[in-house]
């Protein structure tokens, strides 16, 4: 267990549909990062919040959106799902940057749009 | 776009064998750093390199950095069966946003 908590493991659904991921960090960590993996794709960020606060963006379509809760857990909303957007998705988080320890990741969400 | 590029991308070794894994990148960076990754898994964090750094020992894992080549290596000594993962370079830039940039990953089989 690496103190990062993803919810669900696996979520299948249909094109169209609209699904919510959710990630708890590890206690103490105030920086919160999304990835998507795919096998085409590799390991592309996201979206980044630091306490609350939206920090960075990446490679985030305009159908997904995320946000970062007073508890700091995390979401990350993926809407009109499309087949391209089956992958795994991760949560991470960090101390400021992770300078100290690098990042924690979660076990991932697979998701699966047929 | 992907930051690290990790070579080579595949390798298979002998149980007990050295595996050297390189990671060049393009931007100047804070710190790199080294996760693995079992099949269908969450990334490990593995070591940490700052860039003033040269060269950082973890068990039986060695890094080096050159900051004039911007590139990296990962060496597993004595490797185990249990090594068989994915390995992935992770640059974070001292320019622009927040945010760690994974390489494509090295595949490594150690066979028993």
């Known amino acids: 267990d690496s103190g990062v908590t993803q919810t669900p493991k696996h979520l299948i659904t249909a094109t169209g549909q609209r699904v919510t991921l959710r990630c708890s960090p590890r206690?103490?960590?105030?920086?919160v990062y999304w990835y998507q993996q795919s096998l085409d794709q590799g390991l592309q960020f996201l979206i980044q919040y630091y306490n609350g606060e939206e920090r960075a963006k990446g490679n985030i379509l305009e159908r997904f959106s995320a946000q970062q809760f007073p508890d700091l857990h995390s979401e990350l909303n993926l809407s009109s799902l499309e087949l391209g957007d089956s992958a795994l998705y991760f949560c991470?988080?960090?101390?400021?940057?992770?300078?100290?320890?690098?990042?924690?990741f979660g076990s991932g969400t697979r998701l699966t749009v047929v | 776009s992907q930051q690290g590029e990790e070579d080579p991308q595949a390798l298979s070794i002998q149980e007990g064998e050295n595996a050297t894994m390189n990671c060049s990148y393009k931007?100047?960076?804070?710190?790199l750093q080294w996760y693995r990754q079992n099949s269908g898994r969450g990334l490990v964090h593995l070591i940490l390199i700052r860039s003033n750094e040269r060269e950082k020992h973890s068990g039986r894992l060695r890094v080096t950095l050159d900051t004039s080549k911007k590139s990296s290596s990962l060496l597993i000594t004595a490797s185990r069966a249990a090594d068989t993962a994915s390995y992935f370079c992770?640059?974070?830039?001292?320019?622009?946003?927040?945010?760690?940039?994974f390489g494509q990953g090295t595949r490594l089989t150690i066979n028993p």
């Open positions: 991470a988080s960090s101390d400021y940057r992770g300078r100290n320890y690098g990042y924690t």
């Open positions: 931007t100047s960076i804070n710190n």
């Open positions: 206690s103490g960590d105030l920086s």
């Open positions: 992770a640059t974070d830039s001292a320019q622009g946003a927040q945010k760690l940039v």
